[in-house]
């Protein structure tokens, strides 16, 4: 929607894990209290990013992304210094598994992921085509300077778009950590995911972003099954 190619984005996924990982393990929030907390943490993270660093360079492409990498790289540090470089387990909301027809195994933590995921897709389509603010993000996206002269604070705007986004891996990661553990560079795959599923879905389009990850995530998993 910001017309930014986000290289940081999958380190954004890694400070979601791990603010997971501190809300519940170390400062033992209940699981559902850590996931919200995450996603509020993660909010202000990209919002200060945003604002401190992106917000000054954003139309200038190549710098956006050299800055971007440079950030990604600086955080998965940061994380390493804080954290340790080993795998960190979550604790998840929900545990177990149930299995269908005999050999057919749904693991209940990714089930949840997948309609929590559902839930956040369709309510960020509320957000952007039914709110005031959401209405500003699109004209934001459309022109800048069409925004400025129908009063739009555009920096704020900017800001609030890559906090949604930086709120929205972070709950993406806090879902799947529980299944996968964290660790300082495991946002790098993700990163690679999302920038085929946006280019599957086209850039900016809502709605194509969520059809592309699901034909994704299809053909990945049948593709690595058989």
């Given amino acids: 929607v910001m017309n930014i190619l986000n290289v940081a984005h999958g380190a954004l996924y890694a400070v979601g894990g791990y603010l997971g990982y501190t809300f519940s393990s170390l400062l033992h929030f209940p699981?559902?209290?850590?996931f919200f907390l995450t996603i509020a943490a993660a909010f202000a993270i990209g919002a200060l990013l945003e604002r401190a660093t992106i917000e000054r360079?954003?139309?200038?492409?190549n710098a956006v992304i050299m800055l971007t990498f440079g950030l990604a790289w600086l955080i998965e540090e940061v994380i390493i210094f804080v954290y340790g470089p080993a795998y960190?387990?979550?604790p998840g909301m929900i545990q177990g598994a149930i299995v269908l027809a005999g050999s057919i195994v749904i693991v209940l933590p990714r089930l949840l992921a997948f309609a929590v995921s559902l839930l956040f897709a369709f309510l960020l389509i509320m957000?952007?085509?039914r709110t005031k603010t959401g209405s500003a993000i699109r004209v934001?996206?459309?022109s800048s300077e069409l925004?400025?002269?129908r009063g739009i604070n555009v920096r704020r705007i900017s800001m609030i778009t890559f906090g949604i986004s930086s709120a929205l891996v972070a709950a993406a990661a806090a879902l799947i950590a529980p299944t996968q553990s964290v660790y300082p560079d495991v946002g790098w795959d993700p990163l690679l995911n999302s920038f085929v599923i946006v280019i599957l879905g086209g850039m900016g389009s809502l709605l194509g972003t969520i059809v592309g990850g699901l034909l994704y995530g299809v053909v990945f998993v049948l593709g690595g099954f058989y």
């Fill in 140 to 142: 934001v996206s459309f």
């Fill in 57 to 61: 360079i954003k139309l200038n492409t």
């Fill in 88 to 90: 960190q387990g979550v």
């Fill in 147 to 149: 925004a400025s002269l």
């Fill in 31 to 34: 699981p559902v209290a850590s």
């Fill in 127 to 129: 957000f952007v085509y």
